[in-house]
């Protein structure tokens, strides 16, 4: 599905009309610092005991605007999660796990992120420590699958 559909689609959906999540300005803000060196923010999780949350993003997206600010950026300002974030369409810089340099856009291509917003939990090895959290349609249950993700995560980084 090309960027530009699935955009249409989040804008159009009933869900983001109804709860009336307007688009996010551009840029997104610094609720989630943008991954610069995915080794060393992993490195720093680890040390600390935590999975490197990863967020894959769309400028504009509602849903992704909700998930970070609603829910990642007060775990992450609260010290409970280490957490950056990777812009599908961004061909800002970043320097992979295993040192090699790419764009925000690569790495999410490289890892077969195709849906807005998508969480990443990585643990010890830059393997993904729980099931990637896809999508956002449901938010009454977004925290559950959240926290449920999380103690998977934490339990195979402890």
């Known amino acids: 599905m090309s960027v530009d559909l699935l955009r249409r689609r989040i804008a159009l959906s009933p869900l983001a009309l109804g709860l009336g999540w307007a688009a996010a300005p551009a840029g997104h803000a610094a609720a989630l ?4 060196s995915l ?11 935590k999975p490197l949350l990863v967020m894959a993003s769309l400028d504009g997206c509602p849903f992704c605007r909700v998930v970070r600010d609603n829910y990642l950026a007060p775990l992450l300002r609260g010290g409970a999660v280490a957490a950056v974030q990777l812009d599908m369409q961004s061909a800002q810089g970043v320097t992979g ?10 790495m999410l291509r490289a890892w077969s ?3 807005a917003p998508t969480v990443l939990f990585f643990g010890k090895g830059a393997r993904e420590a729980a099931p990637r959290l896809e999508g956002a349609s449901i938010p009454d249950f977004y925290g559950a699958y959240l926290d449920e993700r999380l103690r998977t995560a934490r339990r195979a980084v402890g």
């Open 113 to 115: 992120v195709k849906v």
């Open 39 to 49: 080794a060393l923010e992993l490195a720093q999780a680890l040390r600390a005991g």
């Open 97 to 106: 796990f295993d040192g090699a340099r790419s764009t925000h856009q690569e």
């Open 33 to 36: 610092p943008a991954a610069q």
